[in-house]
């Protein structure tokens, strides 16, 4: 039996008190509780914000690398020893901008972890410069006229490729958050939940401004129709969605056909090329590339 | 018979290439020790490109830029590499533009007697074994293996081919030919710098290859995915540089040995994780495939330009493990203890190497591949009860785990951290310790590093200094120096960072020799040493250190 | 008066820095210099900072770690911070725990007597001022001014706030306040270290800033990007550092003066770009603001660590200009330097700083900033009729000009290119030319640089040598050390590569200083002067070398 | 008047003979010759490539900088010299493998530049390796067993992001591809032209193969709906659709302030800033940060 204490550990937050990372940080004890991981069996991989310092506070192997680089770190991790359940804990800065690359390509590769935005907006740790999610108009400390430029949308990109699981959640509502964290964590393949995490320092509104415009998509809402969820996540305006904004079919994750033709053990625990195996390519092998 | 040099000479899209290892194996076939080497142009069709053959009855790897017989596949090849050819050298190409050549219309013929084009190379092949009296049938032997896929009628028609070339050529033998090539019994192992350097990663062990292509290191990573299921290695094509050595970083650090390779350029993408693998102290491989920069430069020539970048590599103070093979079978040494300290030592190492030995033939007499065994040296779990997997120790190295191994957590953090891995912010003891931890590792790891390889140092007045994969060329000017009387001698480095204790003979005069503008390893030593150098030869053309180079730039 | 240190501690968040500027800008305004130093944690909120403020007569810029008054803003703050108070010294903060204090409960007498706790500091402020002995009316100016755009209640309030602190403080000021701060009429220039670099690169006319946002650099383009208007310098957060300097590379091509700032983590992902501008030939002013590595490090310290990563970036050879300022004065000196000589030699310049020079507080008695003008390089096209961009001259140096600029066509190439910028693979001529051509200017550009600056070097038996943001501190030490009657003197370098043309004098002792642990500067200038060091003082834990801690750890 | 052979220049192409590289050279020639544009007005950018090395074989200024940095580098000189015509010529491995963070981002910014991707499916200049747009299974130098990940829609991810212009064009039909180039060009704001360039040393198919596969857009198709552009080119199976896909009404170019409130010059011809507007700050100067 798990319980979430074993997810415990006594390292003190640098967050601000307060700070919706904690409501992001319980659920994600949650999920992983609730799905009766175990901490050993899990991997959490970061990159620099204050997003990315979570892995510090709960119990488990983790990875904190460079900003913007988590998700390739962590696909090395994941194709490296596949048994790991994998998850990817980074803010809008770290994988939208440094990273947008990396992102972009994991949607390609659909390796099957899962990746946790934590969306405030801008750059918190580095004191509230703007972010590829700010939007135009807002005032930041490096854009004192406005943010000048769009704001990207990586939730229409990742269902325009098919993630197989795209999410929304908010930091202020964590049963919801656990949730749509246990159905991500359990999707094979990719799996994208950008949460809705209100900056209670550099941040122009209070926590309670979020709640009044976030709504929860409804039964009526199918999450499978690929059209309907570019929409929804196309939406504009004042309210945002947040639940399943598209989940479709698995198909095949990444190193599948390694892990079928080759091995499906951990690559720490693959035995010695005999010598053997070269002598023959050392006699009068030539082929020409 | 001794040193002879054979040149093939023609456009990129020729077969150049195909029709020189071909070559190659024939003549290894005869007995003999044949060394290659390349060079080309940066296009995929057009230039002229050559592929130049040193044949000899022991190993002699070292490069010669000279023909005893040129072929030709187009007129504008005979036209640039001409001068190459040697008196009573010959050239043998389509059309009649010297005297001592054999003039034959390789694609007429091929068109109008084997009813296409594509067999004019085959009929150079025979003209050449020709010339040099080769046993036909052992020519036969390698065409029919090599076409063997294509199906017995491609395979018959290059016979007939090799046959025609054969009898037409030895008609303009006819006294210009003096060359014969006697089989041998010896049989030597025949391996490309690239090849070897592919082998070795997985016999030391390296089960993740993630890069992004560049030249000269590409045919790496695409010589292990097209050896994947013997090598159990798993290979990727990442977006960029910068993906590619993050993903290596995290597979090593979940326990797998992992490697990256690329060339200046990429590697300069690299920088900011090779300070982290020093920082998080997860063993890394890179493999750096040198060419003459900076920026593209150009992206198929050689250099050795990139020795104090690669040393220094990386914001901050950390461990890392620099070194250059000299050769192919050096390759096999070098790349199995990158793999190992890195591992023992918990750093990153970088392998130099560059075009020209990526891209060249070797002949070895044998290639102990015993002695390249992978040393592993992950921690046993069940030995140790609270895990710390930064503890301080004598040695600055700490036990290492990977995730998922066993119940012990495992962590890896970018900033300063605590011996378990977590953010700190204590100035007055931890962050010192960490530090000190980290730098301990450097001086362990320089007792480790082996001293340069000396060659008739003792007798020697004056003595060359180079590393890498100039050695053969080093060595083939040593040995002419000496046949002119001079003492001179060699100081070779393969072990380029840390520098090992070492104490450079007293009274000697030095010469700096590099494949490059600057003499980096000179300043590497000048710094760690205090040695001066009376002088030096830099190659800085794109193309590789020759023993007549050398001699010919000193000026005794 | 002579050198009064006070100290402000307390938890981000919690205005240590507005307390200690407010401070600052008061004692200012009584005809003192000031010299204000900072360490802080990584974080938003918490944790314990202080901010240093040294007040003298004439401008100190050394930094000190001790504290004649500490003003503690929480409990947490006065235990941490306490070893720093002198004998004599006190204490002022919210509770009583030591004798030779001021308790005084800020919070609970803002939130009764004002309304909002948000006051506190103001009290605590005043509190300041009386036992300093200020001119109250100097400060509530100071305040009035600070507050103004807050509108007149919050001043009002304010004004209040501070004359509570101001009486609350002289009660308890009895017999333990021997301070005071007389007003003189010097006014002396008060600049940070990273308003200096800003304004100083505006004067050198940069026009163009692209960055991507990391301490300690980020404040200079967010004061650039605040006065846009007045600079007319357009700045743009690029969305990483790989985009950020190869837009400044396209703009600096374009013409426009252009600058990238970063630390060493963002200068590492910016090293293949640096080898590109060196390949192109175009300037490029990179600010590289140090703080401790490797990888993320501590993102908020100080560190001298990149200095031979920052010499050696780029794959490929190259000229390249590093500089390392010594103060707020220096860089108005250095960044000109860099800028003129980037754009005289079209060559990179990597500007090394650290976060103790960026966030520092400096007083001058003036700065001459007509002394800074910039020196424009691009070619008259009017004067050229066959254009070619890298035209071989002697000094190397070929006319720059514009796109667009005139008819002339203006072509770069990151290839090995001709004289018109076209990829070239003549590896006869054209490419050794190019090679040699950007070499030579390395070898110009060595005349330009200056020398070392040298302390009482002739008297001096004992030499320190150290370089950039540490001078001040190595001033310090070396006072302290004559008192002692120790003949010591000082070479500071500022102009770190290439390194200049000079002898150190024979017969001393030389002994380095940095912040750092592995002595990178004394790498450097062992291979190039082959002076060897007699020991060493390295700091390591991420806080600024000072004058007693350079003393302390020298063994005489 | 401007000629075709005012863009003549005598750099022997390093291409393959009948490379359709060739195709796209001579109708981006025709478009500026057409749209009177004199060589020393444009700046071709371009990263590392065979597509990359176009701007070699005309006259005109470029800039052939890094693999995959073209846009930052062609950004940096139409923000310096805003008079210049800058257009970015790029291979799909140089765009959207390497740099494709800054395609990404250049979206958000929407520069009055114009990008032009030579699409052949793989890396040709490296020999063959499979790029961001090769097709699942399809057989590569690097995967022998075909390729095991999916490819990118830039195009799709350019019109959620409402880039001005987004259109594809085919190197075997130059007068088409011309008007595309000069309709780019004209617009203002970012334009996107993909060319399908079918790569004849490398590629499994002779450029007739493609010649069958792409069709022209119709009338009927109306490039301002973007929900049907988003449609068309998601568009999977055997037809290519090429033509104008989606183009919307011009919003305010990267650097549009700055441009308005600040100069309009070049900045190159700025005047130098006077010491006495430094002296104000330095006198008591010290505004918290
Ligand atoms: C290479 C590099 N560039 C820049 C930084 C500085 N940096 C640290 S965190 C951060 C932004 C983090 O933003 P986000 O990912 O949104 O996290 P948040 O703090 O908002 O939770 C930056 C720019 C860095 N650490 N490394
Ligand atoms: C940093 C860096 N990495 C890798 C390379 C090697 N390289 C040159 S061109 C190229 C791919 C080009 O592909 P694409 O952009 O599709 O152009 P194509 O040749 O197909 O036209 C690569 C990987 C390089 N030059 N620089
Ligand atoms: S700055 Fe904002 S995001 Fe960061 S910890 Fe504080 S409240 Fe949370
Ligand atoms: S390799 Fe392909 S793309 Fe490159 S020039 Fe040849 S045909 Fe064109
Ligand atoms: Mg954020
Ligand atoms: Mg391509």
């Not at chain 1, 951990?266 to 005999?274: I, M, N, P, Q, R």
């Not at chain 2, 494949?515 to 710094?527: E, I, K, P």
Request: with cysteine; hydrophobic share 40%; glycine share 8%.
């Amino acid at each position: 039996m798990v319980k979430i204490d074993d997810y415990k550990n006594d390292v003190p937050a640098q967050w601000c008190p307060g700070c919706p990372n904690f409501g992001i940080l319980n659920a994600l004890k949650a999920a992983l509780t609730d799905l009766k991981k175990r901490p050993h069996e899990c991997c959490l991989v970061s990159g620099i914000g204050q997003a990315a310092k979570l892995p510090h506070y709960l119990k488990c192997n983790f990875f904190n690398g460079l900003h913007g680089r988590a998700i390739p770190a962590a696909l090395g991790i994941h194709v490296a020893n596949p048994l790991l359940t994998t998850i990817v804990v980074t803010g809008e800065g770290d994988c939208y901008g440094e990273g947008g690359n990396h992102f972009l390509h994991a949607l390609r590769r659909n390796p099957d972890i899962t990746v946790v935005i934590h969306n405030n907006g801008f750059y918190a740790l580095t004191k509230g410069q703007a972010s590829p999610t700010t939007r135009i108009g807002e005032k930041r400390s490096l854009q004192m006229h406005g943010v000048e430029i769009a704001p990207l949308n990586m939730l229409a990109i990742a269902i325009v490729h098919d993630c197989t699981f795209v999410a929304r959640g908010f930091a202020g509502d964590g049963d919801h958050l656990k949730s749509l964290l246990m159905q991500a964590i359990g999707q094979p393949g990719l799996s994208v939940v950008e949460v809705i995490q209100p900056c209670i320092t550099w941040g122009a509104h209070p926590v309670s401004w979020y709640r009044e415009r976030v709504y929860l998509l409804g039964d009526d809402y199918d999450p499978t129709d690929r059209k309907a969820a570019l929409e929804k996540a196309m939406e504009t305006g004042e309210k945002v969605a947040t639940g399943i904004l598209f989940s479709t079919l698995p198909r095949k994750p990444f190193a599948d056909r390694f892990r079928k033709e080759i091995t499906t053990r951990a690559f720490a625990e693959l035995k010695s090329v005999s010598p053997e195996k070269l002598a023959g390519f050392l006699s009068l092998h030539t082929k020409p590339r | 018979m001794e040193g002879l040099n054979v040149v093939i000479a023609g456009a990129a899209g020729e077969g150049v290439q195909t029709v020189g290892e071909v070559l190659s194996r024939t003549i290894v076939g005869h007995g003999y020790a044949v060394f290659a080497w390349q060079e080309f142009e940066s296009r995929i069709r057009g230039g002229q490109n050559s592929y130049s053959i040193r044949i000899s009855e022991k190993p002699d790897n070292a490069p010669a830029m000279k023909a005893d017989i040129l072929l030709a596949l187009n007129d504008g090849a005979a036209m640039k590499y001409e001068p190459l050819i040697q008196t009573d050298g010959i050239l043998i190409a389509e059309k009649k533009i010297r005297e001592r050549m054999i003039p034959i219309a390789f694609s007429d013929i091929a068109q109008k007697e084997l009813g296409n084009k594509r067999y004019a190379n085959t009929i150079a092949i025979g003209a050449l074994a020709a010339a040099i009296g080769m046993n036909l049938e052992i020519l036969h032997a390698v065409l029919a293996q090599k076409f063997a896929a294509k199906g017995d009628p491609v395979v018959a028609a290059n016979r007939v081919a090799a046959e025609k070339g054969y009898l037409l050529a030895q008609e303009g033998c006819q006294g210009i030919c003096p060359w014969r090539l006697p089989e041998r019994d010896a049989r030597y192992q025949l391996v490309s710098g690239t090849e070897a350097l592919a082998m070795a990663a997985a016999l030391a062990g390296c089960r993740f290859l993630a890069a992004y292509p560049m030249s000269p290191a590409t045919d790496i990573i695409t010589f292990l995915a097209e050896h994947e299921t013997e090598f159990e290695v798993f290979t990727e094509q990442a977006e960029d540089e910068i993906s590619a050595v993050n993903m290596a970083i995290g597979a090593s650090f979940a326990g797998a040995r992992s490697m990256t390779v690329t060339s200046g350029g990429g590697f300069a993408l690299m920088a900011e994780a090779v300070s982290l693998a020093g920082m998080i102290e997860t063993p890394l491989v890179i493999v750096l495939g040198q060419r003459p920069g900076p920026a593209t430069g150009l992206p198929t020539r050689t250099a050795q330009g990139d020795l104090l970048f690669a040393v220094h590599a990386g914001h901050g103070e950390f461990s890392k493990l620099v070194l250059a093979p000299a050769d192919a079978k050096d390759i096999f040494r070098q790349i199995a203890r990158a793999f190992n300290l890195a591992d023992r030592y918990q750093i990153p190492a970088i392998v130099l190497t560059d075009q020209f030995l990526l891209d060249s033939l070797f002949s070895e007499e044998s290639i102990p591949l015993g002695q390249y065994a992978p040393e592993f040296h992950l921690a046993d779990p069940s030995m140790i009860d609270d895990y710390h997997r930064y503890r301080v120790t004598e040695t600055g190295i700490s036990p290492r785990l990977y995730p998922g191994q066993s119940l012990h957590l495992v962590t890896a953090d970018s900033d300063e951290h605590d011996s378990r891995g977590h953010i700190t912010e204590d100035l007055a003891e931890t962050v010192p310790a960490m530090v000190e931890k980290r730098l301990t590792k450097q001086r362990e790891l320089k007792t480790a590093i082996r001293p340069p390889e000396e060659v008739d140092v003792e007798e020697a007045e004056r003595i060359l200094v180079g590393w890498g994969s100039s050695r053969p060329a080093l060595l083939d000017a040593i040995e002419r120096l000496h046949t002119r009387g001079i003492r001179a001698g060699l100081i070779h480095f393969t072990e380029m960072w840390p520098l090992p204790v070492y104490r450079f003979p007293e009274g000697k005069e030095y010469w700096n020799v590099e494949t490059n503008a600057t003499g980096q390893l000179a300043r590497l030593l000048r710094s760690e040493y205090g040695i001066t150098f009376a002088g030096q030869v830099h190659r800085n053309d794109g193309l590789p250190l020759t023993g007549p180079y050398i001699q010919k730039v000193l000026p005794w």
